[in-house]
């Protein structure tokens, strides 16, 4: 069964306990948290006042996204705010290797974005390292987009690398994603689902939820 991870992104913040408790009652196993800066991407999302007030709730372990720079400098913040993965961006590190020993040293399993644009090839030395690769199939920076195509053949190639040296990496999906692509992504080698608007903007979150979660 896929692993569901709801994007808080898309939350009501004028609720956010509300909708914090709901991902709590539903089948989802993750939150996914986004974090933007501002300069990785266009967009400026949340911090950790925000972080902490959800940790405060949630009853599920946290995915937290990093979309920022020089990432290193906060990875003692995010575990001491409970990241259970804290993910950073391929490229934001100049020293991926090293961010990533911070990550774990830190107690947090490792995760690493790849934007749309960046071949799955690059991570052929060091995937053995990683917990979780994040395929953006959108550009991050928003939720509520279209869901790019070529996600398919980059969820196949990561798969084949994974198989292939033995990794025991967690592929995961961010961008929408809804219950159109859901199966042919898991066909394709994904483990993971993010989904932000097609979760909260849905008349039945529970109901979605569900669905995501049976879909194979
Ligand atoms: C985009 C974020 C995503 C986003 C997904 O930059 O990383 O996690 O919240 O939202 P949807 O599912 O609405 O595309
Ligand atoms: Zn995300």
């Known amino acids: 069964m896929p692993i569901i991870a709801p994007s808080v992104l898309a939350a009501d913040f004028a609720n956010l ?4 408790e709901r991902i709590n009652e539903s089948q989802a196993d993750w939150f996914h948290i986004d974090i933007m800066d501002g300069v990785f991407v266009p967009n400026i999302s949340f911090g ?8 405060k709730h949630a009853k599920k372990p946290l995915d ?25 961006h391929y490229e934001a590190c100049t ?39 994040c395929l953006m199939s959108v550009n991050p920076g928003f939720g509520g987009q279209q869901f790019i195509e070529h996600t398919y053949e980059k969820v196949r190639a990561l798969k084949k690398l994974i198989v292939e040296t033995g990794a025991k990496t967690q592929i995961e999906i961010d961008g929408g994603v809804n219950s159109g692509n859901a199966t042919a992504l898991l066909q394709a080698g ?4 993010v989904a932000g608007n ?19």
Do not use: C, W
């Not at 306990?17 to 914090?20: E, I």
């Not at 950790?48 to 940790?55: D, F, K, T």
């Not at 994904?190 to 689902?193: I, K, M, S």
């Open 17 to 20: 306990q509300r909708d914090v």
């Open 48 to 55: 950790m006042p925000v972080l902490e007030a959800i940790q």
């Open 64 to 88: 937290v996204h990093l979309m920022i720079v020089d990432p290193d400098r906060y990875t003692e913040t995010f575990a001491k705010l409970g990241a259970a993965t804290l993910t950073v």
């Open 95 to 133: 020293h991926l290797h090293r961010s990533l020993q911070h990550i774990k040293s830190n107690g947090m399993r490792a995760g690493v974005a790849l934007n749309p644009h960046t071949p799955v090839h690059l991570l052929s030395d060091i995937i053995r390292e990683i917990d979780l690769v």
């Open 190 to 193: 994904a483990d993971v689902l």
């Open 198 to 216: 097609f979760v909260f903007k849905a008349e039945n979150p529970l109901q979605v939820i569900a669905d995501l979660k049976t879909a194979h």
